[in-house]
C-alpha cells in the first residue's frame, strides 16, 4: 500500500524548526521505510529540506489568503502540482508541529480518519457551520469537532481539501470580513476547522474521530507504541513547543531509549536541533 504524508513549509522560523522536529521523528520511527514525505513549500524552504522527502515549489497563497496562512496546508492540496498525490492508496494531511511515532507503521485504519477538535463550544458556533453548510447546499451529518489531521484514500483527502478552500474563502471573505469574533465563539482563527468540517461532513460518509490516534496530546505519559500521530498543543508542560522554541529544553541530552509520549517528543525535538543546524 503506497502512502504520503502532506506538509505545508513556509519559510519562518518557527515552522522550520517545527518540521525539523516532524522529520526527525518521521526517520527515527523508519515510517520512511514504507510512507513518502511530501513537502509543499517556496523554494527558500525547500532549499533546507532534506534530500529524502519529495518537494514540491508552491509559494504561499496571495489575495484573501495572506490574511489567513494556515489555509496553505489545505490549498495546497487542490493545485495541479499536487495532481500527482492521486497515484498513492493513502494519504495524511498534517499540521507540522506534531510528531510521527513507530506506530504509525501498522496504522491502516478501516475508514477516513481524522484527530479531535474543541472549537464547538457554543450553540453559535454549531448554528452558524449549519448555516454555512445549507448556504453551500452541502449536506451535514451533526459530526463535529473534527481535528486538523485527515487520514484516508488520496482522492478523498484532497477533495475535503478542495470543497474546504472553497468554504474557506466565503468565511473570510465574507462571516470575518469586518469583524474577526471571538474565541470561544465563532472566530476566524478557526476557519480552516470550520471549513473542513462542513467538507467533511459533506463529502465522506463514514467519518472515525479518532484523537488517540491522530493529534493526540505532547504531554500524555502513554507510550509511543499506541498513538502513531502526536501533536502539540498550547501548553507548558512537557512537551511545549513553546518553551521548546524559547530555548528551555537546550540543556539537556536525549534519551532515545524513552518511549512516554512527551519524552518522545523532547527527544525527538532536542535531536533535531542537534543533527538538523540549518533549519534553525
Not at 136 to 154: A, C, D, M, V
Request: aromatic share 14%; hydrophobic share 35%; with cysteine.
Amino acid at each position: 500500500m503506497k502512502r504520503a504524508i502532506v506538509v505545508y513549509l513556509d519559510y519562518t522560523n518557527i515552522l522550520l524548526q517545527q518540521f525539523a522536529c516532524f522529520y526527525t521523528s518521521y526517520k527515527y520511527s523508519h515510517c520512511d521505510e514504507n510512507t513518502d514525505l511530501v513537502v509543499f513549500g517556496p523554494k527558500i524552504s525547500l532549499d533546507l529540506v532534506p534530500e529524502d522527502c519529495i518537494k514540491v515549489e508552491l509559494n504561499p497563497f496571495e489575495g484573501i489568503w495572506k490574511t489567513y496562512p494556515y489555509m496553505n496546508s489545505v490549498n495546497c492540496l487542490g493545485t495541479k502540482e499536487a495532481e500527482f498525490l492521486k497515484g498513492y492508496d493513502y494519504l495524511l494531511r498534517s499540521d507540522i508541529d506534531t510528531f510521527l511515532t513507530p506506530a504509525w507503521n501498522s496504522f491502516f485504519p478501516d475508514h477516513y480518519t481524522v484527530g479531535g477538535g474543541g472549537y464547538t463550544n457554543t450553540t453559535e458556533v454549531v448554528e452558524n457551520i449549519k448555516r454555512v453548510a445549507e448556504k453551500f447546499n452541502t449536506k451535514h451529518q451533526g459530526i463535529h469537532n473534527i481535528g486538523s489531521t485527515h487520514y484516508g484514500p488520496s482522492s478523498q483527502v484532497i477533495e475535503v481539501c478542495k470543497l474546504s478552500q472553497e468554504v474557506a474563502y466565503y468565511l473570510l471573505a465574507e462571516e470575518f470580513k469586518d469583524d474577526p469574533g471571538a474565541w470561544p465563539s465563532w472566530y476566524k482563527g478557526v476557519t480552516i476547522l470550520y471549513s473542513t468540517e462542513i467538507a467533511t461532513n459533506h463529502l465522506i460518509d463514514v467519518v472515525d474521530i479518532k484523537p488517540d490516534q491522530l493529534d493526540f496530546h505532547s504531554t500524555s505519559t502513554d507510550s509511543i507504541h499506541i498513538h502513531p500521530h502526536i501533536h502539540c498543543w498550547h501548553t507548558n508542560d512537557v512537551f511545549s513547543k513553546f518553551a521548546y522554541f524559547n530555548g528551555k529544553y537546550d540543556h539537556l541530552v536525549p534519551n532515545l531509549h524513552c518511549d512516554e509520549v512527551r519524552q518522545y517528543c523532547l527527544n525527538m525535538a532536542l535531536l533535531a536541533k542537534k543533527e538538523l543546524p540549518r533549519l534553525y
